[in-house]
């Protein structure tokens, strides 16, 4: 079986062979946020008929969290979930001649090449090479220009250089393209917006330039489509009776089909469940975009407020209309600070008088905190079952209830005592308290933004060596 | 005979810092019209407003059938330091449906 299958991957790499140009490249997405479910990677890769494979690992704020563990061993900071999903998906997608790129790299790209290098022996993987984007990270440009202004609160941006834990700008997808014209079969890249991962590989394929916005606008768009995976084919969707999802539990993930004149239909795994229709490609285009017509990435600005979707097949759509205007002469880079701590926990209650008894609760634990001298910036109540998620104060009395207490403060002992506090509910609360959980104190690494002109950073290719 | 966004439509939430998007796209032509008309960002934000947030600005976009309604200081301070349960406030798009549209609400004619 292996044997057959090798030969046939042998097949399809001659074909893909960076020499001959296609006119159709179909690209795949394999994961679209960190712990994004590995099954569906696998699915698309097996069966997707795939060119290349992007995967999306990387939230604003994970790369902060993983500077951190980067600071603690400097072996680490790439996504933890790196090896578990690679093990998975990279050895398929390296038989079928199928090329990867991912940001998993995050605050470590070079780590991450070297992780999987050392693990790939083990996976069975035939010899690869491996391109590493290096550059986003701009942590020391940061401190050399603390006069950059805030874009969420314009206040300068040295007030927050104390507590800085990372600074990354945004690439575009020029660099994964360039990491892709090395002949490497993975581009391991840090942060990388999560358009461009999908725009670099037609980049790469079809020799776009960065003056022809029809074909920018278009893979753009692709790419912003397929970027969370799942819920452009089904994912976010189902609401039973009212919008139904077949096979929801076996969703498969989005790949779109490129044509070298920027023409773009986008599909999903074939046999896999979900949807994918005018209906979800409509609910993800707006996905995270506020002004329709100036979406602003590294490549270009998209205007996407004229776009218009085609049912072309099932479960296969063609968008038309969407523009572009040239990419502007800044970088976004994304500062992950230090915020203090958050202690949060929850305790149940049901029955008679449940809402009461968690009211009780929740005065309780308040005047205990107070009494032991604990003091918070900010504190949050919530009755699950009432009002957690919409802060509705009108929700009639549900059967049971459970409280919830989180709070923020740059004490961490005054963090850990709030879900202790919960938790001790049980025993020294209200009547018929259960089911008490302390989630315990969480560092906070909260994050806000800085432009910068584009010409300050400096991109690098590495070539990961296989030796 | 009062009818509700949810009546008419689907939504989706989506986040960037403290700002909600929330999409609302009709099922049919006829519904797009109603909403156009009636789900105005007032009707929005009053709906909203006790999670402290606003302004609500609505973006159109008719081929679609869609609004896009972006609804800042939705989020308890952002999406890294809330201490929401939901802080990237996916649940949103569902607090979005429940809106009575008001041209179809007695009590809400009457008002205007």
Known sequence: MRGLSNLFAGAKIAATEDNVVKD??????????????????????????????????????????????RAKDPTKGYTPVLLERMEAIFPPALRRGIKTVTNMGAANPMGAADAVRKHAREWDCPDYRCAVVVGDEVSDLMRAHPELVLMEDGAPLESLLPRMASAN?????????????TGAELVITGRVADPALFLGPMLHAFGWSYDDYAKLANGTLAGHLLECSGQLTGGCFADPGKKEVEDLAGLGYPLADVWVDGRVEVSKTPGSGGRLDVATCTEQLLYEMHDPSAYITPDCVLDASKVTFEQTGRDRVAFHGATAKPRTPTLKVVVGYFDGYMGSGEMGFAGINAVARAKLGIEVVKERLRRRGLTYEEMRI?????NS?????????????RLRIAARTTDKKAAEAVGAEVRSLHMQGPTGAGGGINFGAKQILAVKSVLIPREWVRTEIVMEDAA | MSVRVYDLAHARAGDKGNTSNISVTAYDAAGFQVLQRELTPEVVLAHFRHLGAGPVRRYELPQLGALNFVIENALGGGVTRSLAIDPHGKSLSALMLTIVLPGHNEAGAAAD
Request: net charge negative; charged share 25%.
């Open chain 1, 24 to 69: 159709r490249i179909r690209i795949g997405c394999g994961a679209g946020f960190a712990d994004d479910r590995i099954p569906p990677g696998v699915e698309i890769v097996e069966r997707g008929d795939l060119d290349y494979l992007a995967m999306e690992c990387l939230a604003e704020r994970t790369i902060a969290r993983e500077t951190l563990d």
């Open chain 1, 389 to 401: 998620l919409h802060g509705n104060d009108t929700a009639p009395e549900p059967y049971e209830v």
């Open chain 1, 382 to 386: 919530d009755l699950i079952g009432m």
């Open chain 1, 169 to 181: 700008a945004y690439l575009g997808a020029d660099v994964v393209a360039q990491g892709l014209a």
